[in-house]
């Protein structure tokens, strides 16, 4: 088992960074590939990014530009640094992890067994 809580979310404005944090636990943490995935109300869960057990990184070619994802084994953490923030990223997003076996369907929300709670993230004009 993997329990996996996000924070970070909050209201800001259109042009602001903003840093996600997912903290993990109950499993050992550098097994975990780790994704981020976000909700978009009454859409569908869309795929952010994701981060190997090996530190590589896929990321939504929509928004690769102004994120990044990272990881700090030693804190058992995963983080999701966007920039230049716009009102369309305003979503819940959500952490996931399944145990990374080198898995291509990192994209895929059935990927994974373990989420998060989610948090919110606003994004005002």
């Known amino acids: 088992q993997v329990q996996l809580v996000e924070s970070g979310g909050g209201l800001v404005q259109a042009g602001d960074s903003l840093t996600l944090s997912c903290a993990a636990s109950?499993?050992?943490?550098?097994?975990?590939?780790l994704a981020w995935f976000r909700r978009v109300l009454g859409k569908e869960l869309e795929f952010v990014g994701f981060?190997?057990?090996?530190?590589?990184?896929h990321l939504n070619d929509r928004v690769k530009d102004r994120l990044t994802i990272s990881r700090d084994n030693a804190k058992n953490m995963v983080y999701l640094q966007m920039y230049s923030l716009k009102p369309e990223d305003t979503a819940v997003y959500y952490c996931?992890?399944?145990?990374?076996?080198?898995?291509?369907?990192?994209?895929?929300?059935?990927?994974?067994?373990?989420w998060g709670q989610g948090t919110q993230v606003t994004v005002s004009s």
């Open positions: 996931a992890a399944e145990r990374d076996t080198g898995f291509t369907n990192y994209f895929s929300a059935r990927a994974y067994d373990y």
């Open positions: 109950g499993r050992t943490f550098s097994d975990l590939g």
């Open positions: 981060i190997r057990r090996t530190f590589a990184t």
